[in-house]
């Protein structure tokens, strides 16, 4: 099966065999992970792999029980990084000593530094996942990571200006489910929104077919959705921000 193909099918793994991953697969996966794209080269991500049992049954019970983090061969979290960039900041400092203390100031101040790293661990991590897909590896995201921050945090001792963005699950699937319906999201030369107002009606219209095929016959993309963000979106991950990222402009914005 051609790479597209395979793009075109896949869906996230949330049951795996006990069938290991080879270390010669593994390491294709980290050097992926490692040569990935990153925004002007500033290496502002970085990716822990576990496989420790006792650390996966940690990260289940963080990201809500999920028992899939528990079954697969290898998880991989994903991080904004920059613990890195301070480092290379000492560095500067002590090359550029004539340097005005006001350009010497490194500031970690605006959503932009922040979005740099998140970009490129979401970068990291499709690759990881395209990667897996090209060696016959199943995957699944998992974002709900981000909501014991604080709890990851403590688990890997990150410093601060470290942050988890994202999860993924690696292994080997016991079962493919089958693959939820997708809206159109690409358009050309605008942004059509009587267009994506009628593609959402029909969509309900679709995904109630599949959810009412999977025994739950009130669901729907709406309502799945909205639950899950009143039920994510909590605020507990900009709470575990503060702490993770100090002295920054979420502190400001709430005095």
């Known amino acids: 099966m051609d790479f597209i193909t395979k793009q075109l099918n896949r869906v996230s793994m949330r049951s795996y065999s006990n069938k290991k991953i080879s270390e010669l697969d593994m390491n294709k996966i980290k050097n992926v992970i490692n040569e990935s794209a990153t925004s002007y080269n500033g290496q502002q991500f970085s990716a822990i792999i576990v496989n420790d049992k006792t650390m996966k049954e940690k ?29 290379a900041n000492d560095i500067y400092v002590e090359n550029n000593k004539e340097v005005s ?29 395209d990667a897996a897909s090209s060696l016959g590896i199943d995957s699944c995201y998992i974002g709900a990571i981000r ?29 493919t489910d089958e693959r939820k319906p997708k809206i159109n999201k690409v358009y050309t030369n605008c942004y059509p929104q009587n267009q994506i107002k009628e593609e959402i009606n029909n969509y309900e219209i679709e995904t109630n077919k599949y959810y009412t095929n999977h025994r739950d016959a009130n669901n729907t993309y709406a309502n799945n959705t909205i639950k899950a963000y009143r039920m994510w979106n909590s605020g507990k991950f900009m709470d575990s921000l503060t702490l993770l990222w100090p002295n920054n402009w979420l502190d400001s914005k709430k005095k």
Do not use: M, W
Request: with cysteine.
């Open 101 to 129: 203390e006001k350009e010497l100031t490194l500031k970690y101040d605006n959503l932009n530094s922040l979005l740099y790293g998140f970009v490129d661990a979401t970068i990291s991590a499709q690759a990881t996942v």
């Open 59 to 87: 990260l289940s019970i963080i990201s809500g029980k999920q028992k899939h983090i528990i079954e697969c061969d290898t998880f991989i979290l994903f991080l904004a990084d920059f613990n890195r960039i301070s480092l």
């Open 147 to 175: 909501n014991g921050a604080s709890e990851v945090q403590k688990l890997f001792n990150l410093p601060n200006y470290v942050v988890p963005v994202v999860g993924i699950t690696l292994g080997y699937g016991n079962k």
